[in-house]
């Protein structure tokens, strides 16, 4: 596994070239990032030069957010899905394969009507992704927060465990395969996941990985946008991480922390305790 840098973690990521220094500078191997960055430098400069960039500094660009508004209205998505395979292609350029998105684990509407929606949103985007050969992460958001109470994100659950997110995938029935999870420690730990239901899948099941931590905290009480530095917290990091190794995930784990404090010491010091953070927990591994 590759460890990579998440602009969450360090408050945003600042211009290209000066993101990848840093992720080299403090030892990882890459970066996610937006597509449009890419090709905004591509348009200054060219492909050749971003390529280079990357392989200047021995970061790779581990993967895209996916740049298609899935969740509005059907002008939004129809005008982003017609970008899509533009953003498809710069990502071939520079030898990206991978993309991800995040799921609500609780929406406003009927969730029947919401899943036949986004299903044939996903397949549709899934058919323009296979042609470049980019894989696409889907994420559950576990906090029983984010469903029930002040902060939820709607009054009906909808997908936020592994398990509801692997039959979505299965019912989708994407031509090439090309769809599976972005599988994040975090989401995993609060939606009272295991170390067997990772057991339960292959190495080819996962796309991308977060790595985060929790405070001690009741289950319960997790919140989404109060999350650690790897191994500052009560997550069994360890056993997560062995575990996809075992089962032959050999990707990015990226390490995507939520926390105000981190991020207010800068994108420079907030690298850098991250780095310490990873260095320490991967040593024990």
């Known amino acids: ?56 500094f021995g970061v790779a660009p581990a993967m895209f ?18 970008k899509l395979a533009d953003h498809a292609k710069s990502a071939a350029e520079i030898g990206c394969t991978r993309t991800g998105t995040w799921l609500p684990p609780a929406i406003t509407g009927s969730a029947d009507e919401y899943l036949a929606l986004i299903s044939k949103r996903f397949y549709a985007i899934a058919g323009v992704l296979a042609d470049y050969n980019i894989k696409l992460g889907l994420e559950f958001v576990g906090p029983d927060t984010a469903r029930i109470g002040p902060e939820a994100f709607g009054p009906h659950p909808f997908i936020y465990t592994l398990g509801q997110t692997l039959d979505l995938i299965e019912d989708l029935d994407v031509p090439g395969e090309n769809i599976g999870l972005l599988l994040d420690s975090f989401h995993w730990y609060t939606s009272h996941g295991t170390i067997e239901n990772i057991l339960m899948l292959t190495g080819n099941q996962v796309v991308h990985v977060h790595i985060n931590d929790a405070p001690d905290l009741p289950i319960g009480k997790q919140k989404d946008k109060e999350r650690l530095l790897p191994g500052d917290g009560i997550i069994n990091l360890k056993g997560f ?45």
Request: aromatic letters at 10%.
């Open 1 to 56: 596994m590759i460890t990579a840098l998440n602009p969450a973690t360090i408050g945003g990521a600042p211009p290209l070239r000066e993101y990848v220094a840093l992720a080299e500078r403090y030892g990882f191997g890459g970066v996610e990032f937006q597509i449009e960055s890419a090709e905004a430098l591509a348009e200054e400069s060219s492909w050749d030069n971003v390529r280079s960039l990357f392989e200047q």
């Open 65 to 82: 957010g996916l740049p298609v508004e899935w969740r509005l209205e059907n002008s939004r998505f129809d005008d982003d899905l017609k």
């Open 241 to 285: 991480l062995k575990t996809l190794a075992y089962i032959g995930y050999n990707g990015y784990v990226a390490v995507e922390t939520f926390n105000s404090d981190v991020t207010a010491l800068g994108p420079e010091h907030a690298a850098q305790l991250t780095e310490v953070a990873v260095e320490r927990l991967l040593a024990g591994l």
